[in-house]
Each structure stands twice: as C-alpha cells, then as structure tokens.
C-alpha cells in the first residue's frame, strides 16, 4: 500500500493522507513526512496512526490565520470545558454551588462582599 492514500472526504474533497507513518528504527521520521509534504505542495495532509487520523500538517500561513481568528482557541477551550462537563457529570460531588464557594472566599478575607 502507498504511504500517501485518499481516504478521508473533508467539505466536499479528499485530503490527502499518510499511514503508515515513515520510521527511523523505533522513531518516526519527521523529516521524511516533511519531505513527502512539500513534494505535494504543501497541501493539507492528514496523518494516521493505526489507521486513524491523528494529526495535520498546514501551512504555517494557515496556522498564523487560525490563530489570529483564535479558531483554535475557540475550538480547544470548548474540547476542554466538554471534557470537564462530563467529568462532573459523572461525579456531580466534585462540584459545588458558586454561593457557597464565595461565601467561602469573603469569609477568608479574600474577597469583598
């Protein structure tokens, strides 16, 4: 099978993509996918891991882009606060009322009622 496949269709196209990724002995080789990147083009290429999307590569251009709009910001914060909305609602102990915690706080002097 060839390292660069067309597996996975994104908005309407099929992104390029590499599985299994190039390894140097127990290591993956950075410079060879990078390698194989630029001869594409530079386009978006998707990077599997056990058959399974892990990663992208972008153009930093793109990346700069991203993170000016703070789309990756946007996108993280929202992983990160989902991730804690199903951790306390799987123990709902772990978390308590605002009042209570304010309360805690003018109480200790750290904060003005």
Do not use: C, H
């Amino acid at each position: 099978m060839s390292i660069l496949t067309q597996e996975i269709p994104v908005m309407l196209e099929t992104l390029p993509t590499i599985s299994p990724l190039p390894r140097r002995s127990t290591e993956y080789d950075l410079s060879a996918i990078l390698a194989m990147w630029l001869e594409m083009g530079s386009r978006d290429l998707i990077i599997k891991q056990n058959g399974q999307p892990v990663a992208v590569l972008i153009p930093y251009r793109d990346f700069v882009l991203l993170q000016q709009a703070e789309i990756l910001d946007d996108m993280r914060d929202g992983r990160e606060a989902t991730a804690i909305l199903e951790e306390i609602n799987q123990d709902p102990a772990r978390v308590r009322p605002y009042q209570e915690f304010r309360a805690e706080l003018v109480t200790a002097g750290l904060l003005d009622e």
